[in-house]
């Protein structure tokens, strides 16, 4: 347990830094409230309402979010090659060029057929 | 040379196979493709006889091995081994030179006479199947290749015999071919059992060369159920019935088919099992009988036919009792038989292409009593069939006298009583067969015209057929005149065949005879032949109409009641042992099938609900599978 | 702390996610479980890496999350095309094939 | 102390750190590098055919639409052949190469070979577009648009075609190759979903009854990733007992492991719920005759004959090369399984109405066959099954391909809405109900007869490779001492060639369907189908017939390295 304890005296400290602030916000601070100060954000792009029964998010959202996911996770493959960079060598470097490359034929493909185009 | 073997049966096969994949559309060509892979297989067969004229003893025998189907290696004590090869010996080589030199003279005579029929392309395509089929048979070299190809000629015989087979009576005629010729298949493959199992191959070598060891029983089965299959296919007594009604196929089929070649396959089969016969005597005195029979059956049927061909197929059948005869005489006769059957090849398939001829002349007439006089219409056709009929009555020189006399000779020579019966039954049949062949020629050649007109009211007018179909007939007739002789000198056919069939016995004639006495009585036999037919049918009027005639004539026109023989013998009681069966069979072994076979029905009927559709419920089959799996994987461990 | 303890937590996540995907109606869901099941297995690996101490399950698990991730994407577009066509996720309601 | 406590206390675990976190691994690898020797000529038809489909995929992003077809159907058809030459030019090789991750021997070398061959045939399936007169496409004009909306119309209007099939099946194929030459199990894993996941898409792609095909690909894919969860936790219990994926590790530790085999048996039987549900084998055969049924006819042909192929080469390669030590414990299980798929294939099959379904359920009684090679544990078993694979994918091939041309008829109007004429008859769906099939030896004599071969195949009617196949199968599961399955197996073909013979009597003794005037109608396909149909009618004929040389083949080629 003790290599943690710094770990959570450094959590009980953050913790009790926001509370504080927050706290103390709200007790200190004037009170006038108008609609813009009602919003989630306040400024920005608006918020879209939420629809009723939970709703349905347009396809476009499950399209970008499958595309993110794909090629970030690609990203596994490089972090241990990052880390022993050194030992692996050219033969690393050589493999996932071919790697990166095929993932760019990936990339090409979904960019040439709209997959990255919001409308 | 040796490696084109392959090709003799190939070249027609390929024949075939194109013609009957091609479809509509080689229509154009089709007869000519047809033509040239007969003639192009005769080519090859008559080199292979000339390698063989350049080598010597047992070089002669030659030898291809394609491929092995389905080897299973020696597991039991016979390991099964089903080769595909040829075997190319003196005695194949007689028949592939016979069976590709006539099937192109039919081939191209075949051109002339389908060329009305808008289904020659598929005629072609049969014919060439069933010349490949016929090689195989002949050139196999063991029983189960051999068997292949004795099936594949039953197969081109039903496909030609039926060719016609919007008529009625030519599907008939070939369902009849194909169920009497499967009595003799059932012979052929009960044979090729009990070869395996007595010999444990079915290579020709190894069968003969292992069948002394066998006990006699054996070899008397084995000899039986050759001589059934003989039977079959070769159209003697007693499954003669189905030649007379084949000759509803096309005319060219009954010629190269029905008298030249698949018929004398039977004739093939007990020369070829030769050692198996030689030593069972009690066999061999079967096929004597058989043979004596139907020489004697045949030519009694064929003096009452009226229908040119069916008393034709008659004289088949009794020519080939001469042959089956033969071979049954043991050493004696093989070489005869076959000499025979080569002959006979000839001067029957010259005769039935003369009776193309003559039908093709008489708008497909063919009762003989419709015709009359047709000597001047038709020249070469009349040529070359009064060779055809010198040969067959055994005038010398023409080649029937050489190859019928030899075999009435080696009957008499067997000796004993035996000896006299089969001798003069051969005699007998020497004289029968010179009456019906007189008859026929007078009938059609000779004497008035009796001509009768179509429905139509159209008098026939006979005409000379084109030269197709003349060049075959011409060459047939030059084989049925010299053949005979060429075969004769210095003994030249027996001593080829020596290899083969074993050295000649020579039989020793009882009771006086001599070879050139013998001689003058057969002649005499045949003379006292012909002599009856003209003062019956040559010096008065032929009736238009067939007199009501003896009792022996009635009979012989109804096939001295082979049907009737073969509906009360074998059909009724098969139908009532059937309905007895099928009874039976209803109502108890179809109990159990139907039963069982209601349980598997009902069984998948209900398992098939399983299948609902719904992927959670095979999710869950999936997961108690894996459950069981896992579950029984270790419960075989604990 | 004693490994076998996560092998323990895999087994019954990896169980958990079969029954998931045993009773659950929506296509989205039960694809969750499944992919619940292969993280299950992740865990595992990495258990079984730790003690033999040997790298491989370690790289079996990055492959697997790899794979996993394809497979989502995969599956999604099957999901989503079904939905768009029958205007349900349920995999009760996709039935025609049967019997 | 739990089973497994006890089980992997002395395992050849971490001795000293048993109690501790989890944050230690990096301790362990040392720090020196050698790159691995990769023998890239055995490698080559896999990269052939994975770099087919990436060029297939810059086709699909970089040509316009109109004119990828030919480019398509050009790059995939060398991809494989070229595949093919490499494959031939390998023969006799017996290497583990790629960090023994794969291995190329006499069994991967005939399954890669009889994979190409299939996948060439197949791929000629799945290009016919038809010919001028009528439209064969199988596939929808595009995958995105719903079925029945404006959008699908105006797609088929535009005359799009979904052409990404071509590298989809690549992918599929190159998983394929990669399956049976896998050497550790994670190998095996990635190959069985590189060739799976193509073939979920693929199977929901089809044109006409696009619900059916959906609803196919969704019970597919989650069947099909629920059975690979359960392969991979199999890996995993291998990996925890073995300390190693390696196939030929995995067959040391069973022998020299002194520990009791719970772990590994676990692991084994897990594993092979992956394995059997590709071969689909009872009880994992469920989405068989759905997925068959529901997807797109050369596809169905594709996945039915190479799908099977690679997945029986995994299973022979796990078997022999990494369990030969468990022989005792899991050729019972197998004898189960096996028993249950002929008996459930054959009983099942009787009462089909659907053609595709049928063939479908006698592709389960076919994978029964199959598993009495595998079982057997001797190399002609070994040599049997891959002789059995070849010649039953061939003919299914056949099969499926008929399947592609009997058509429904439409009476008047097409799908392009202009139903006016009432005498017009456009081509429909495939004919599937086995009803339509009614005199079609009268319809299309050519078509019925090369049914009728497939049929005789199957049922293992001599002179075609069925009996060839069929007797080797046997006799080597007689020889491995598996005699009542070879009678289950008797039985089942005899129940078995009840329904492929009503097949056959169906098509040439019943009457033709006349409902409503127009019954099914036979298309006339462009050459690639006619090439597909003559070379599988052949090849199914020859070896048949001519059986020799490819049963030599295959006995030549029942090696593996380990």
């Known amino acids: 347990m003790n290599s943690y304890a710094p770990i959570l005296v450094l959590g009980g400290l953050a913790a009790g830094f926001a509370i504080f602030s927050v706290v103390s916000g709200m007790l200190t601070g004037p009170k006038r409230y108008n609609r813009a100060k009602l919003e989630a954000y306040e400024c920005g792009i608006e918020p879209t309402p939420q629809p009723v029964g939970g709703g349905r998010f347009p396809v476009k959202y499950y399209l970008t979010a499958m595309l ?46 709209g997959g990255l185009e919001w409308d | 040379m040796e490696s084109l073997i392959w090709l003799v049966p190939g070249l027609p096969l390929f024949g075939a196979a194109i013609l009957l994949l091609g479809g509509k559309r080689t229509n154009a060509w089709g007869h000519l493709l047809g033509c040239l892979a007969a003639l192009g297989s005769f080519a090859l067969a008559a080199g292979l006889f000339f390698t063989m004229l350049g080598k010597h003893g047992a070089a002669r025998s030659m030898h ?97 015999i039926g060719f016609w087979q919007a008529k009625p009576s030519a599907a008939a005629a070939a369902k009849k071919a194909f169920v009497v010729n499967r009595v003799g298949d059932v012979g052929l493959s009960i044979a ?443 419960f075989a461990k604990l | 702390m004693n490994p076998d303890n996560y092998l323990f937590l895999s087994a019954l996540l990896f169980t958990i996610g079969a029954f998931g995907v045993l009773i659950r109606r929506n296509a989205i869901v039960v694809f969750m479980c499944v992919e619940l099941m292969l993280n299950a297995v992740n865990l595992t690996l990495v258990t079984f890496s730790r003690m033999h101490g040997d790298l491989t399950g370690q790289v079996i698990a990055f492959f697997t999350m790899v794979v996993a991730a394809a497979e989502v994407v995969v599956g999604l577009a099957i999901i989503v095309s079904v939905f768009r066509t029958r205007r349900s996720a349920s995999v009760d309601d996709a039935n025609l094939l049967k019997y | 102390m739990s089973v497994l406590t006890s089980l992997l206390a002395a395992s050849p675990g971490d001795p000293t750190n048993p109690g501790g976190g989890l944050g230690g691994a990096t301790s362990t690898v040392t720090n020196t590098f050698t790159a691995p020797h990769v023998e890239y000529r055995a490698l080559m038809p896999m990269l052939v055919v994975f770099g087919a489909a990436t060029v297939g995929i810059l086709i699909e992003a970089f040509l316009p639409r109109t004119r990828r077809y030919w480019p398509q159907v050009g790059v995939s058809l060398a991809g494989v052949v070229v595949a093919f030459c490499f494959v031939v030019a390998n023969h006799g090789m017996a290497e583990t190469t790629a960090a023994d991750a ?101 199977c929901g792609l089809a044109r006409r009854r696009r619900l059916l095909s959906q609803e196919a690909a969704m019970k597919y894919f989650l069947l099909g990733a629920f059975s690979s969860a359960f392969f991979l936790y199999g890996v995993a219990l291998l990996y925890g007992y073995a300390g190693s994926v390696r196939l030929s590790d995995i067959a040391t530790a069973i022998t020299s492991s002194p520990h009791s085999d719970v772990l590994v048996l676990a692991g084994v039987a897990l594993l092979a719920v992956g394995l059997l549900f590709k071969v689909g084998a009872v009880p994992f055969h469920a989405w068989t005759p759905d997925v068959y049924q529901g997807a797109p006819t050369p596809i169905t042909a594709f996945m039915a004959a190479a799908t ?159 009996f060839t196949g069929k007797f080797a199968l046997f006799t080597a599961a007689i020889d491995g001492g598996a005699w009542p399955l070879v009678i289950v197996g008797v039985i089942a073909s005899a129940a078995a060639a009840f329904f492929y013979v009503r097949v056959i009597v169906l098509m040439y003794f019943s009457e033709p369907l006349r409902e409503q005037g127009a019954g099914p109608i036979v298309v006339v396909p462009s050459p690639m189908t006619t090439v597909a149909l003559t070379v599988t009618v052949a090849l199914t004929i020859a070896l048949g017939v001519l059986p020799q040389m490819a049963l030599d083949l295959a006995d030549k080629a029942a090696y593996f390295v380990q």
Not at chain 2, 386 to 413: H, N, Q, R, T
Not at chain 2, 420 to 432: E, S
């Open chain 2, 192 to 634: 090729i059992m009990l070869m395996f199992v007595t010999f444990g191959s079915f290579n020709f070598g190894t069968v003969f060369g292992t069948a002394g060891g066998a006990s006699k029983g054996t070899l008397t089965a084995i000899g039986i159920m050759l001589l059934l299959a003989a039977c079959g296919k070769s159209a003697q007594f007693p499954l003669q019935s189905w030649l007379g009604d084949a000759m509803e196929g096309p005319t060219p089929v009954s010629a190269l088919i029905h008298a030249a070649t698949m018929v004398t396959a039977g004739v093939y089969l007990i020369v070829r099992s030769h050692a198996i016969f030689d030593l069972s005597p009690t066999a061999r005195l079967l096929v004597t009988i058989v043979g004596a029979i139907t020489l004697l059956f045949g030519a009694i049927v064929g003096c009452a036919k009226d229908d040119i061909k069916k008393s034709l197929a008659g004289s088949t059948m009794s020519q080939i009792g001469y042959m089956i005869l033969a071979a049954g005489l043991g050493p004696i006769g093989y070489a005869f038989a076959i000499m025979h059957l080569v002959t006979h090849g000839f001067f029957k398939a010259g005769l039935f292409l003369g009776a193309g001829s003559v039908m093709h002349g008489m708008d497909d007439e063919v009762n003989m009593r419709h015709y009359g006089g047709l000597r001047k219409y038709m020249p070469i056709t009349f040529g070359t069939f009064f060779l055809g009929y010198l040969a067959i009555i055994g005038c010398p020189p023409f080649s029937g006298f050489y190859s019928k006399d030899k075999i009435i000779e080696a009957a008499f020579s067997k000796g004993g009583t035996s000896g006299w019966i089969l001798g003069g039954a051969a005699l007998l049949g020497a004289l029968i067969t010179a009456f019906y062949m007189t008859r026929m020629v007078i009938m059609t050649f000779f004497g008035e015209k009796r001509w009768v007109p179509d429905a139509e009211g159209h008098e026939p007018h006979p005409h000379e057929s084109p030269l197709s179909m003349g060049l075959p007939m011409l060459l047939l007739a030059v084989g049925s005149v010299a053949a005979g002789f060429l075969f004769s000198m210095n003994s030249a056919f027996v001593n080829w065949l020596e290899p083969v069939t074993g050295p000649r016995a020579e039989g020793k004639l009882p009771g006086g005879l001599n070879s050139t006495t013998l001689s003058i009585i057969t002649l005499a036999a045949v003379a006292v032949g012909v002599a009856i037919a003209v003062v019956k049918y040559g010096t008065g009027k032929v009736p238009a109409v067939a007199p009501r005639g003896s009792f022996i004539t009635v009979a012989a026109r109804k096939d001295l009641y082979g049907d009737a023989f073969n509906e009360a013998a074998l059909m009724r009681p098969g139908q009532y042992l059937t309905r007895t069966l099928v009874y039976t069979d209803n109502r108890g072994v179809d109990g159990a099938i139907n039963g069982l076979a209601a349980l598997v029905g009902g069984t998948s009927g209900r398992l098939r609900r399983l299948q609902t559709g719904f992927v959670r419920s095979y999710a869950l089959s999936m997961f108690g599978g894996a459950a069981a799996l896992v579950a029984a994987i270790l």
């Open chain 2, 64 to 160: 291809q091995h394609l491929y092995s189907w389905v080897p299973v290696p020696g597991t039991g004590q016979h390991p099964f081994q089903a080769d595909v090869a040829f075997q190319l010996d003196q005695l194949s080589v007689v028949f592939i030179l016979l069976i590709t030199g006539v099937g192109s003279l039919i081939h191209i005579y075949s051109i002339g006479y389908m060329s009305h029929d808008p289904e020659r392309r598929k005629f072609f395509s049969y014919l060439n199947l069933f010349l490949a089929a016929m090689l195989i048979l002949v050139l196999a070299d063991n029983y189960l290749l051999l068997y292949v190809g004795w099936e594949g000629v039953g197969l081109a015989s039903y496909l030609l």
């Open chain 1, 68 to 113: 993110f996911i794909i090629f970030d996770i690609e990203i596994v493959f490089l972090y241990p090659w990052a880390v022993r960079f050194d030992s692996l060598g050219w033969f690393g470097l050589v493999e996932m060029v071919f790697f990166i490359l095929t993932v760019f034929v990936a990339y090409g493909y979904v960019w040439r057929r």
């Open chain 4, 102 to 202: 794969v291995s190329v021997d006499g069994v991967t070398l005939f399954l890669q070979g009889t994979i190409l061959l299939l996948a060439l045939l197949a791929l000629l399936l799945v290009a016919e577009r038809g010919t001028g007169l009528v439209d064969l496409d199988a596939f929808t004009a595009q995958g995105a648009t719903t079925p029945g909306s404006g959008g699908e119309r105006a797609a088929d209007a535009a005359g799009l075609r979904t052409t990404e099939v071509f590298p989809l099946m690549l992918f599929s194929v190159g998983g394929m190759l990669l399956f049976p030459a896998a050497n550790d199990l994670l190998t095996s894993f990635v190959a069985l979903e590189v060739l799976s996941l193509p073939l979920y898409l693929l």
């Open chain 4, 308 to 466: 099977k192929v690679a997945a029986f080469g995994a299973l022979l390669r796990i078997t022999y090369v990494a369990l030969p030590g468990l022989r005792w414990d899991w050729r019972p299980v197998l004898w189960g399984v096996a028993i249950l798929t002929m008996l459930v294939g054959a009983i099942l099959a009787i009462t089909q109405r659907d053609i595709k379904r049928m063939l479908a359920y006698s592709a389960i009684l076919n994978a029964g066959y199959i598993l009495l090679g595998v079982i057997s544990t001797t190399s002609k078993g070994v040599s049997s099954t891959l002789f059995y694979l070849a010649a039953y994918g061939f003919a299914t091939i056949g099969a499926f391909a008929v399947v592609t041309l009997v058509r429904e008829s439409v009476r008047g109007g097409s799908d392009s809405g202009d139903g006016g004429e009432e005498d017009s008859v456009t081509v429909g769906g495939e004919a599937t109900d086995l009803s339509a099939w009614a005199g079609l030896g009268r319809r299309s004599p050519l078509l019925a007869a090369c049914f009728t071969v497939f049929m005789l195949a199957f049922a293992g009617i001599p002179l075609t490779s069925g």
